[in-house]
């Protein structure tokens, strides 16, 4: 069965620009990132699109649209799904929990003659990729500082993880801060993941790929990310052997 979702607050935005159907959507000029990713015998694409409301506000949208790029599930094992479907319900779960993510301003899919989905979503205002956040330099934040935003991430991941749901790409480009409460943290790119009730897959999937793509982060701040989100000051032997394996993974 197709799903449609149009959030009430943007109806009539998306109505002044003539953009209220999918297909006027799906033909709409967006500014793509990058040329469209093609694989799977279909192309998946992420683009901005830039609306005047009637107020006067401009309002940045992400326009992801894809044809013939799905992922085959049990309930879908012939044609698959969109994995912007996946990415949909995952936004829409952690929105549920109040965890911070993109705002979904509209979802739809179409299987006239190809498999096709368009998701929108907000900019996260006031927020920057973890990347962005520490490109001014890292290296010049004092000891108390990264140990203190070291810490309060491994607690971020945690209650992210805690939710039952792995991200399969936490990598740090996907994970963002809020600039005026860097204790807070929002995550991006969910078509990727999903609910499993292990919680051990969580933890080591997600931090084996973060530390892999974090190479600003040293051995020992990665250990202290690690008892942060353990909540431990000392590990326990059961959660030294464990980070090996993280790092093993992490490493290879």
């Not at 993510?101 to 929108?120: G, K, N, S, T």
Request: proline content about 3%; hydrophobic content about 40%.
């Amino acid at each position: 069965m197709n799903t449609t979702f149009t959030h009430l607050q943007y109806q009539q935005l998306l109505k002044e620009h003539q953009l209220n159907s999918f297909y006027a959507l799906w033909d709409v000029e967006v500014d793509w990132f990058e040329a469209p990713n093609e694989r799977r015998g279909g192309w998946s694409g992420v683009g901005q699109l830039r609306l005047t409301a009637s107020t006067g506000e401009e309002v940045l949208l992400y326009v992801k649209k894809q044809q013939n790029h799905g992922r085959f599930t049990f309930r879908h094992p012939i044609k698959g799904e969109p994995t912007f479907k996946r990415e949909f319900k995952n936004l829409q779960f952690l929105k549920k929990r109040a965890f911070a993510a993109p705002e979904v301003v509209y979802f739809a899919e179409d299987h006239a003659l190809h498999q096709r989905a368009i998701l929108i979503t907000l900019a996260l205002d006031q927020y920057q990729s973890l990347d962005e956040w520490l490109e001014p330099g890292y290296s010049q934040l004092s000891e108390a500082q990264k140990m203190g935003f070291l810490q309060t991430l491994g607690q971020n991941i945690r209650h992210f993880h805690s939710l039952g749901i792995v991200h399969r790409a936490l990598y740090p480009k996907h994970i963002f801060i809020n600039t005026q409460h860097p204790d807070k943290i929002a995550v991006i790119d969910l078509e990727k993941a999903r609910l499993t009730a292990m919680g051990w897959y969580r933890t080591y999937l997600d931090i084996a790929a973060l530390f892999r793509h974090a190479p600003w982060l040293s051995k020992d701040e990665q250990l202290v990310f690690f008892r942060a989100y353990c909540r431990e000051s000392l590990l326990s032997y059961r959660n030294r052997w464990f980070y090996k394996m993280i790092l093993q993974r992490a490493n290879r």
